[in-house]
C-alpha cells in the first residue's frame, strides 16, 4: 500500500532502529539536498529534523520504507512547500519547488551517490563567521548526523549549551547571507584547511579526550574518520585530506591496544602490537602513499602520517625509527610550529639519543612559557628526570602534571608513575 509521504512499505524490525540507522549514514546528503533545494541552509537542517520526527512516528507504526532516505528526503520538500505555500499561494518560489518535485518522488535518491552538495554542506559548517566551536557543533550535526545530546556527551558539555550554539550559528550563518555550495576556487583551499583542521579537533578530542572518564572516545574518533572519508572521494586531488585520512586511521589502528578491558590506558611501550587493527594500518599506509602521489610534497598532515607509519610498522619499541621520527618532526616545526609539535620532537630525541639531550629541548619550552596551564609539558619533564635519576625534580613535575590533567584516566598513569618514584 502506498502511503502519502512516500512509497510502499515494508514491515521490517524495529523503525527507530531503521530511523536511527538511515539518519547517521544518509543526514549529511539529506540536508546537503534541502539546502539545495531551498537555498537556505538554516531551513533545510530544520526541515531535515521535521522529517526525522515524521520517521520516528509513521515507521515504528507502518513499516520502513522501500527507500528510507528517499522517503526523508521527499518529506523535507513536502514541508518546505507547505512553508511557502503557508507564506504566499501565489509565491513564485512555491510554484518552481513545486514543479521541481512533481511526480519525482524520491526515487532520485541513489545510495552510492556522492555529490558536491555534501561538501557544499561540510564548507558551510564551517565557514570562517563562524567560531571554532560552533564550526566543530554544526560538523557534528549536519555533517555526522549527530543530535544535540549526543553531541553534548562528545563535547562534555550540556545539551542546552549545544542547542544555544547551533542556534546562534544559523542566526550567525542568516545574519551573514551564506551562500549554500562550494566557495569558488579563490577560496576553497583556506575554508578547506578550516574543514580539515575541524575534524582533527574531533579526532584528537576522540583520541585523547582532554577531560572526562574515559581516555579515548572510539565513538567521536570514527566519526571524525567517517567524515574524512567522504571528503577524500568528493576531492579526491586534494593531498592533505588523503594526509589527514592516513594520520586518523593510522592512529586509530592503535585504539584496540591503548585501553584494558577496564577502560585503564595502556601506554605505547606496554602495547600488545598484535592488537593493532592491521586493515586500518593497510588503510592508512594507503592514504598516505595517495598523499604522495598527489600533492607536491607531503603537508603538515601528511608527514604527521609518517610520523604514525613509523610506530604502525615498527615491532617494538626499541625497534622504532626514532631518527627518522626525529627528522620528521623538524619538518613538521618548519610546517607547522607549535609548542606541541616541540614537545612531541623533544620526546622523540630522548629516545634516538637519550633523555639528557632531550631535557635541554623541554626547558626551553618551560623557559618560554609556551605550554602554560598544560600537564603534557610537566608530564614530560617529570619521565626525563626521572630516566636520569633526579627523583625529587621528577617528583615535583608529575605532582604538578596531576593537578593539572583534567582527564581521569591520563591522571591515574600520571599518579601511577608519581607513586612508583617513592617505592
Known sequence: MAGADGPALTRSGSGRDAVEAVWRIESARIV?????????????????????????VSWPRDGVPGNPAGWLLTVGRRRAIDAYR??????????????????EGNDDWDPDRIDDDVLALMFVACHPVLSREAQVTMTLRVVGGLTSDEIAR?????????????TRAKKTLAAAQVPFGVPPADERRARLASVLHVLYLVFTEGSSATSGADWIRTDL??????????LAQL??????????????????????????????????????????????????????????????????????????ECHAVAPSVEATDWDRIVLLYEALGRLAPSPVVELNRAVAVSMAQGPAAALPLVDELVATDRLSGSHLLPSVRGELLTRLGRTDEARRELELAVRLCR??????????KLAALTR
Request: proline share 3%; glycine share 8%; no cysteine.
Open 32 to 56: 546537503a539536498t534541502l539546502a539545495r533545494f531551498t537555498g537556505d541552509f538554516s531551513l533545510a537542517e530544520d526541515l531535515a529534523q521535521e522529517a526525522l520526527a515524521a520517521a520516528l
Open 86 to 103: 503557508r507564506r504566499s499561494a501565489l509565491d513564485e518560489r512555491y510554484t518552481l519547488l513545486a514543479r521541481d518535485l512533481g511526480e
Open 154 to 166: 562528545a563535547l562534555l558539555v550540556p545539551t542546552a549549551t549545544v542547542q544555544a550554539r547551533i
Open 221 to 230: 574518533a570514527h566519526e571524525a574518520i567517517r567524515q574524512t572519508r567522504v
Open 235 to 308: 576531492v579526491p586531488d586534494e593531498a592533505e585530506v588523503h594526509g589527514l585520512l592516513a594520520l586518523l586511521e593510522l592512529t586509530a589502528a592503535r585504539f584496540p591496544a591503548r585501553v584494558r578491558d577496564d577502560g585503564e590506558p595502556v601506554l605505547l611501550e606496554a602495547q600488545d602490537r598484535r592488537r593493532w587493527d592491521r586493515a586500518a594500518i593497510r588503510r592508512g599506509r594507503a592514504a598516505l602513499a595517495t598523499a604522495g602521489r598527489v600533492g607536491r610534497g607531503l603537508g603538515a598532515y601528511g608527514v604527521q602520517a609518517a610520523i604514525a
Open 407 to 416: 582527564n581521569a584516566r591520563e591522571r591515574g598513569v600520571l599518579e601511577g
